[in-house]
């Protein structure tokens, strides 16, 4: 750890950072708030309507659906991603050049355009023209992501673990890493079983790796857009519409400006709080080190 | 600036803000703060209860609209409260 | 011996499951469409170029590359240009606020574009920079900026600052110290920067898509908008895929040993 030393003028080199950021967040932001209290029809048209958005989108039924649907959503992302990425990390070869190539293959789905991750997996999907759509029909599944709301809600999340246990994996591989000899050394002299050395050895180690990659999948799955949006574009019905896309289908595909502006708002503040407890779970895990 | 659509209730509202902020910038330089342990779980300076205080009082807004047709202003009283009380002894 | 014969099973299975959708993408596009709809086959038949003779001779299909490839290049050096003496900062001083500005920076990376979608669109029209390169570059330094300091706050805490101590009694001026001494002390940590910003500008579709319109439509809504005209054309469809995974592979070769600490904004 770098001992800081105290120094106000270190803030000149921090602003061209700070400008560059807040022209595009705090000016949008504060838009969205002026939108959220008014009915909008054009810019010599706005009415003052107070707090009527907030209580009509947080009475609204659509959007507590997909809200929950989202929580749901980013749960079983987790519950499965997490698991299967510190399995892939114990199975990888420590070192040498296989253990280099797994690395590129595993970055390989975190480097595809997001749009592009929803195209493959829409080719790759169907029936009649992709490997696993025809595969699932020919083994006599009646499998249609494009017509069946579960189908195409386990499709989406077979997707979001191919796309994101990479990340998983690369991490705790590179917590498993820092872990030295000498500790697998000492417990092969115990005899300890290959459960008991994961277990007191390798997941203490693993933890702040672990903390990371739980909170970057939570936000990351939180703002899921494009790849739901290209395979199956939020149906059917709404069983693969998340937060993302509600929004932006309000915003953009409707024009409700107001309850656009106050949705955003109540998303807006549920990232800030989980943020918040992501950044002072890694401060409090750097200061204890 | 008109596409922005400004009103005067959401100006007052950023100004106040930007305010607290200049007066806890004036007064960390007066007198910076320590980082101590109150009642939340991790030992935070003035700032960082200043921070939870805000988000937490957004929230409680949040929920009276939710919950009730009662007056924001008493969800504001609740939120000065609670914010002061954070200030002190969080 | 027996668990790591099981391992390796283990392993290659999945990465079995990771390169299969990869695979088909890429046997789809060198096939025509007669052969992709007429029936299933793991390996094309007939071997075509066409689909990519498609994007290379039609401008409205390459221009879509030239166009993210632009916005992304200049958002990859404003961001390092302005993250890297922030960063340098934030890993060496204390000052009023450093934690907040920080954790202000985070919450930038994190919140999802569709908040700020309509204002932005608003935002850019009015400084009339709708529909161009810099707009894009622009938008994407929201999130590209705060991943950066992050990464290479990282990447320079590990220098100690006794270097920086002595440069300074040598008489070395801030300026020439950074760009003499310290940049190339910590230059894998700006490739690895550089590949992310790059990565994370290249990847975005939803910010590119609003603020373009013809002059600076990146390749992903071309995509998407081609697609529907006629019936999909699968083939060209899968090409144009193709094409965008490629510069992310050609790259991730050397920086395959910092992967883990980019995505993770430079905290391992």
Redo the contacts between chains.
Sequence with gaps: MIVKIKNQKALWLILPVFVLVAFSSLIPLMTIVNYSIQDIFDVNNAYYVGTDWFREVLADPRLRDSLVRQFGFSASVLLIEIPLGIGVALMMPKSGRLASLCLVVLAVPLLIPWNVVGTIWQIYGRADIGLMGSALTSMGFDYNYASDPVDAWLTVLVMDVWHWTSLVALLCFSGLRAIPAAYYQAAQIDRASGWSVFRYIQLPKLKNVLVIAILLRFMDSFMIYAEPFVLTGGGPGNSTTFLSQTLTKMAIGQFDLGPAAAFSLIYFLIILAVSYVFFTTITQMDKER | MGWMAWTQNTAIFFCCIALILVVMTLWELKSPSLERKGFLPMETTRGDRLFIGLLSSAYIHLAFLATTQLSLWIALAISVGWLLALLRWG | MK?KKG??L??SL??V??????Y??VV?SFKTNEE??GQ?T?WPQTFSFDNYVTIFTDPSWYMGYINSMTYVAINVV?TL???L??A????????????????W????K???????????F??Y??VGLFDTHIAVA??H??FS??LA?WILEGFM?GV??EIDETAYIDGYSFPRFFITIFMPMIRSGIGVTAFFTF?FS?????MAR?LTSVDAKPI?AI??RTVGAAGVD?GL??AA?VL??IP??LV??FV??H???G???G??
């Excluded at chain 3, 060496?92 to 450093?98: A, I, P, V």
């Excluded at chain 3, 920076?105 to 930038?108: A, G, I, Q």
Aim: proline share 7%; glycine share 4%; hydrophobic share 60%.
């Design positions: 668990m391992y390796t283990g392993l999945y990465l499951f990771l390169l299969l959708p990869v088909w993408l789809m992709i709809l299933l793991l404003i240009i302005t993250a003496p922030a340098y900062a934030f890993s060496r001083y204390n000052f009023l606020g450093d934690k907040h500005l920080f954790f920076l985070l919450t930038n994190m919140s999802p574009p569709a908040i700020a979608l309509l204002p932005f608003q935002l029209s009015s622009l938008a330094c929201l900026i705060p300091v805490s100690p600052r990565m290249w990847v975005e579709l939803l609003t992903g995509m998407t699968w469809l899968a895929g965008t995974i992310g592979c991730v070769w395959r040993n992967i883990a600490r995505f993770a904004l905290r391992l």
